[in-house]
């Protein structure tokens, strides 16, 4: 479902959105069979840790945010154990906390996050820290772009069912993970999306309008682009959904899900495979202007 909760989960199993688990750097691993919500008590415990170092410095969630170099809904989800610590954060708030090596120490020891499953939680971790994120989809609009109420239609309807506590831990992570795109200002995000998504209403026709002019706003962020592929064209990507991405250090990485897995891939071959597949689909889709224009036409006979 795009996103290790299905899809992400990302599927229903990732129920539709981006959820997925990295062998060590350099080969290529699958994980499956296991993509419930997590509960996280060592994420708890963690920004428990967090909030005591903080408040032993005399310093408020406002006055720390500048000084790591995050922003307060990110200060206050780790705090609160519903955000998995990118490694810059621990590192600055290690030191402007003066913490004696704790924090450092106790993040390694960090295992789960709420609302993502087991092998799409370290994909997850990247996202934040990336400087460009590219994602090709065919099944589902992909989490990071997906209103409430499409993702909690995925959530819903997912076998075997999730409980009310699972499905808004799902949700809880999903939103969460939305804020990169408005967050990180620069990281170039590109999408390339099905033509045939936006037909079927998930949710109701009304719930689809809502999503497309969910896709038309995100489209205005100058550093968000999305692009459709038309109904009936043949290009490069076939072989289904990828995604790729480019860390500060210039390293990438690839991932791709199935029903019951996640694959986090290094190979350079695999990758240069993946870039030359996604470069010529950016080409065969739609271009900017008139993918916005199709939607906005999609959007008045929703």
Not at 14 to 22: P, R, S, T, V, W
Not at 75 to 92: I, L, N, W
Request: proline share 6%; aromatic share 8%; with cysteine.
């Amino acid at each position: 479902m795009a996103d290790g909760t299905k899809e992400n989960t990302g599927n229903a199993g990732n129920a539709g959105g981006d959820e997925a688990a990295k062998p060590a750097p350099g080969n290529g691993r699958k994980g499956g069979g296991n993509h419930e919500p997590e509960t996280s008590e060592s994420l708890k415990v963690f920004g428990e840790v967090v909030k005591s170092f903080r408040k032993r410095a005399g310093l408020t969630q406002e006055e720390l945010a500048p000084q790591v170099r995050y922003s307060l809904p990110t200060v206050a989800s780790v705090e609160q154990g519903r955000r998995f610590p990118p490694h810059d954060f621990v590192e600055r708030a290690e030191d402007v906390l003066d913490a004696f090596g704790t924090l450092r120490g106790a993040s390694r020891h960090l295992s789960r996050k709420p609302g993502l499953a087991r092998w799409f939680r370290e994909w997850a971790q990247l996202e934040q820290e990336a400087i460009s994120l590219s994602t090709y989809e065919c099944r589902l609009i992909p989490g990071l772009l997906q209103t409430e109420a499409y993702a909690r239609t995925l959530f819903v309807n997912q076998l075997p069912p999730w409980n009310d506590e699972q499905i808004e831990a799902q949700w809880a992570a999903r939103e969460e993970r939305q804020r990169l795109l408005r967050e990180r200002p620069n990281t170039a995000f590109s999408f390339i999306l099905e033509e045939h998504l936006f037909l079927r209403p998930v949710g109701g026709p009304e719930a689809m309008r809502a999503q497309i002019g969910r896709v038309l706003e995100l489209a205005e962020l100058r550093n968000v682009e999305i692009q459709v592929m038309p109904l009936g064209r043949v290009h490069a990507g076939l072989d289904g959904p990828m995604r790729l991405l480019e860390t500060p250090d210039n390293r990438w990485f690839s991932y791709s899900e199935g029903q019951e897995s996640g694959q986090f891939c290094s190979v350079l071959k695999v990758l240069s495979t993946l870039q030359m597949r996604y470069a010529r689909m950016r080409s065969q889709a739609l271009s900017l202007e008139d993918s916005v224009s199709l939607l906005k036409r999609m959007r008045g006979a929703a």
